[in-house]
């Protein structure tokens, strides 16, 4: 299996070295072999994968809460004008602002895969399964996260509070993903969206 380290520095893609069409993200280096696992005790034991346009969604540290979105084809006009405020990214990726240090410091392992034997499973998040063992084409160790946004085409947000964000896109009509917001810093006293969220 193919080992890189990648910097992120210079006009160097640190995300596109590989020509594979699924990932994995991980915190951990070395793994040979990904066998199925089940997400929840009593769940169909599978491989997870996520297709290159959702990729920025994962490259950051595991536990990080975010919200994430993007225009969509249901998306409309208003919303996208709304969120979006003319960039040109192709996703925005919102993290708070006390995560950012170790967004900075820490680093993830990009796993690349062959999409033979995965079936998607979620076109809106990017998410593929493998019901068998697979053995990843190569591991590519991402040093700088920042930088590795930035060359998937992201744009980064940093707030000091996401549940906000996080109900206003949810009730938009943009296409999103909602990560680890179990994680999330407990909202200001007085907002009534609050509640418990299942990892």
């Known amino acids: ?28 280096a070395g793994i040979r072999v990904f066998d199925p696992r089940p997400l929840k005790p009593g769940e169909e034991p599978l491989v997870w994968a996520i297709d290159a346009d959702h990729l920025p969604n994962y490259l950051l540290p595991r536990d990080c ?51 033979e034997g995965f079936e998607l499973r979620d076109l809106t998040a990017g998410y593929h399964v493998s019901r068998s063992a697979v053995k990843p084409a190569g591991e590519v160790i991402l040093g700088d ?13 940093v707030l000091p509070s996401l549940w906000e964000l996080r109900e206003r896109v949810i009730h938009s009509t943009l296409a999103f993903s909602i990560i680890r917001m179990r994680n999330a810093a407990p909202p200001q006293r007085g907002f009534d969206a609050y509640r418990a969220l299942s990892p």
Not at 13 to 27: F, G
Not at 66 to 93: H, K, M, Q, W
Not at 145 to 157: H, K, P, V
């Open 1 to 28: 299996m193919c080992v890189k380290i990648a910097r992120c520095c210079g006009t160097q893609s640190a995300v596109n070295e590989e020509p594979n069409d699924l990932y994995h993200v991980s915190d951990e």
């Open 65 to 115: 809460p975010r919200v994430t979105f993007f225009a969509g084809p249901e998306t409309s006009r208003d919303d996208a004008e709304r969120f979006l405020l003319g960039t040109t990214a192709n996703r925005i990726v919102a993290i708070e602002s006390a995560w950012l240090e170790r967004v900075r410091s820490e680093r993830v392992v990009r796993y690349g895969f062959s999409p």
């Open 145 to 157: 996260l920042l930088q590795a946004l930035l060359d998937c085409g992201a744009e980064l947000r």
